[in-house]
């Protein structure tokens, strides 16, 4: 499985993830660099869905995944996830696929979002310790079951059927409509790639092709 874009956010104090990196782009918010981590650090109150995201020229596939450790802070949050396929990313009316984690109601919630309208696919209970690291991933898959997965430490937490949303897109760290300012939470290790597994020859075959071409 090929990884399209890695980051550990290895970089000076106050770095913008734009001037990070130039794949970034803060869509409604304002991030910045602390200890090597990213946080967001300004309001998403415009009533559209904000995000950290990759531009989709690094993603070859549509079925991949979107992971990163998130710490939880001490003052609880609302709405801190990822996104996978972000389309028309500068409207107002985007489409794509969102995994929340909202530590105050003890809840990871999966989305779509049609035309500027959440949907809700799936909730789950858990419940989150402060200051504490989770690896969260969210899955997209086109494949017979057109499954959307958001896995807590690579447990299964919410999943569903859904292809309404087919196009690669963006994807990224993602902020939900109205979300305040959260700047005690922070993420690090963003990893995406491609769920597809490339077919390797037996190693008989391989044996057998090396023999012929020798």
């Known amino acids: 499985m090929a990884i399209y874009f890695s980051d550990t956010f290895t970089d000076t104090n106050g770095t913008s993830l734009p001037s990070h990196d130039a794949e970034w782009t803060d869509r409604n918010i304002t991030t910045d660099i602390q200890n090597n981590q990213v946080e967001h650090n300004g309001a998403s109150n415009t009533g559209d869905a904000s995000a950290a995201h990759i531009q989709s020229s690094t993603i070859t596939d549509t079925n991949y995944y979107v992971q990163a450790d998130f710490n939880t802070g001490t003052l609880g949050n609302e709405f801190q996830g990822l996104v996978a396929r972000r389309t028309d990313f500068d409207t107002v009316d985007n489409d794509g696929y969102f995994m929340f984690v909202d530590q ?13 309208t959440w949907n809700n696919l799936d909730t789950q209970t858990l419940v989150m ?37 087919t196009a690669k897109g963006d994807c990224g760290l993602g902020l939900g409509t109205g979300q305040s300012a959260v700047d005690d939470c922070w993420w690090d290790n963003f990893e995406c790639g491609s769920l597809t597994t490339a077919t390797v020859a037996p190693l008989a075959g391989r044996h057998l092709q090396n023999m012929m071409s020798s």
């Open 129 to 165: 310790a402060d200051s504490t690291t989770y690896t969260l991933r969210l899955e997209v898959d086109n494949g017979a079951t057109n499954r959307v997965v958001g896995k807590v430490d690579d447990v299964e937490i919410v999943t569903s059927t859904d292809a309404n949303i």
């Open 104 to 116: 105050d109601a003890d809840e990871v919630t999966l989305y779509s979002r049609i035309s500027g």
